[in-house]
């Protein structure tokens, strides 16, 4: 019996004295902020609803990710852009780049969508439809919508959400929420070189019961920890169908201090479904403006363009 407690002590000696063991590289933890209560998140999306319409110049990058499978992908020339939000859902936004002039402009009013694709002059449309359809965009010749244009699979309803991020929906008998944290893995960029860390963050998570009695998820809001102030800096959209429709990532929706701001830095939101991302920055925002044109979310088709109504295809 005593020389089985000595092979153990010796053991020990080794595993404790680092004979056996040998550096790894982790993830670098990010220390954390201090606790917030589920209800001063909430109260931090209601803080947001102020924001009733907004008028800015914006300026865009899109990335076309339909190849993404084989690990590639298209980013589009930077470009600017005139937007106007108003809530519920009324967006228009106009796209044009230096060089090539315009390049689209599209308008929803909540239920309708119509977007004008101006550039490659032979791909030109005007295409409209419901803001609750999913389509399969055709022009005459039969091709389909990336053949058209990569703007045309933009639809104006899908931005206006993430840009003016929506209240969250009161407790109820079929509304439930709830707050839980989580870590995740990220890369991020220090020194101009990448770094793995590890971020914590508090994701308030909305669910609906439906008439079936089943629940779906609706939104769920991710709050980061590792920030000062520990900002909202993601939305995850929800379909009806409980497909991830949208997810939007925003930077500076509080200042370095801590400080909330009610519009962020920057916005990019992704379509999964339809493969894009497009990043938006914010320019001099006009909050609630005084007035706005009555015809500010209502798009003609001026220019003779092709038109592409979507409810009228087979």
């Not at 228009?92 to 689209?104: D, H, N, T, Y």
């Not at 590890?198 to 909305?206: A, D, G, Q, S, W």
């Not at 609906?208 to 629940?215: D, I, L, N, Y």
């Not at 320019?283 to 088709?301: A, D, G, R």
Request: aromatic share 10%; proline share 9%; charged share 20%.
């Amino acid at each position: 019996m005593r020389w089985k407690i000595l092979i153990l002590l010796w053991l020990g000696g080794l595993l404790t004295g680092g004979c056996l063991t040998s550096r790894v590289a982790l993830p670098r933890l990010l220390p954390l902020n201090p606790p917030v209560a589920a209800e001063a998140l909430v109260g931090r999306i209601a803080y947001l609803q102020q924001v009733q319409a907004v008028r800015t110049a914006v300026q865009l990058q899109f990335v076309d990710y339909r190849n993404s499978t084989r690990g590639v992908g298209k980013a589009y020339p930077s470009a600017s852009g005139a937007l106007v939000l108003r809530r519920p859902q009324y967006i228009r936004l106009q796209v044009q780049a230096s060089l090539l002039g315009s390049l689209a402009d599209m308008t929803s009013d909540g239920q309708q969508f119509t977007v004008a694709v101006f550039y490659p002059t032979d791909r030109q449309a005007f295409i409209r439809g419901s803001n609750t359809k999913t389509y399969e965009v055709k022009v005459s010749d039969g091709k389909q919508a990336r053949d058209v244009s990569a703007f045309a699979s933009l639809r104006p309803q899908h931005l206006s959400m993430p840009l003016l991020p929506p209240p969250i929906p009161p407790a109820s008998p079929d509304i439930s929420w709830s707050v839980f944290e989580t870590r995740r893995d990220e890369s991020v960029m220090t020194d101009a070189r990448p770094e793995w860390v590890t971020r914590t963050y508090y994701l308030l998570y909305v669910a609906q019961r439906e008439p079936s009695g089943s629940w779906r998820p609706r939104f769920a809001y991710w709050f980061d920890r590792t920030q000062p102030g520990t900002p909202l800096t993601r939305l995850e959209v929800f379909e009806e169908n409980g497909d991830l429709g949208t997810i939007s990532d925003f930077g500076g929706y509080t200042t370095n201090g801590g400080t909330p701001r009610l519009l962020p830095e920057w916005v990019r939101i992704m379509r999964p479904a339809e493969g894009y991302a497009l990043r938006v920055v914010f320019q001099s925002p006009e909050i609630n403006p005084t007035s706005l044109p009555e015809n500010v979310f209502t798009l003609t088709n001026d220019r003779n363009l092709k038109v592409v109504d979507l409810d009228a295809q087979p």
